[in-house]
């Protein structure tokens, strides 16, 4: 894994915990244990290395929440999304 990728997923994570520090009733419709995948808009590459990391870690017991964020923009509102698994 390249420095690159490693900076902008912890840049990532900061961004996701802002959100979510913003919107904490999200943690009420959150699981709680899950996986989490950002994934960047607005930069491909990244996206497509994230999914790749969580088909590698394929856990069949912990759901999947999606993060979609535009990672090279300060409005958060408006352009970060959060997919919850629906409850089974």
């Known amino acids: 894994m390249n420095d690159r990728i490693v900076k902008q997923n912890m840049e990532l994570v900061a961004t996701v915990t802002r959100y979510i520090l913003q919107h904490p009733n999200l943690l009420d419709r959150l699981p709680p244990d899950f996986k989490l995948v950002i994934l960047p808009d607005d930069d ?3 996206s497509r290395y994230n999914l790749g990391l969580l088909s590698q870690r394929a856990d069949q017991e912990k759901p999947v929440v999606i993060v979609r964020v535009m990672a ?5 509102e408006s352009s970060t999304q959060v997919y919850v698994p629906l409850a089974a």
């Open 44 to 46: 491909p590459e990244l």
């Open 72 to 76: 090279h923009q300060e409005n958060l």
